[in-house]
């Protein structure tokens, strides 16, 4: 788990590849919209955490940074315009990202 060690563009990125990934299929859109917050080093980084992870320890490192990055209302809202985003970067706005979308308005 990542320990508290990510800056926001950091967990945001980590946070936009769990979400990317959600429907299996990680397009080059969502890629290109993520590594466009991060430098090259950075992103194969946290790609290479996130892909080493299970889906539960992705979830626990996300909610590890709740009190950091998103303790409020408008930062929750913040977050979660950021994740529509990289729902719709592909075109589609696919059933399962939907879901997802409605358990992080719940778990965050």
Known sequence: MSELKWNYR????FLLLY????????SPEEKKMIQ???????YDR???EFINMTDFQALQTIMSYKGVYFPTVDQKMELLDNVK???FVDGEFASIEKEIMHFLEKLL
Do not use: G
């Not at 979400?19 to 990680?26: L, Q």
């Not at 466009?36 to 950075?42: E, G, N, Q, Y």
């Open 19 to 26: 979400v990317s990934h959600i429907d299996m299929e990680y």
């Open 85 to 87: 985003k990289i729902c």
């Open 36 to 42: 466009s917050r991060l430098d090259v080093k950075t």
């Open 46 to 48: 946290l790609y290479n």
């Open 10 to 13: 950091e967990f945001l990125s």
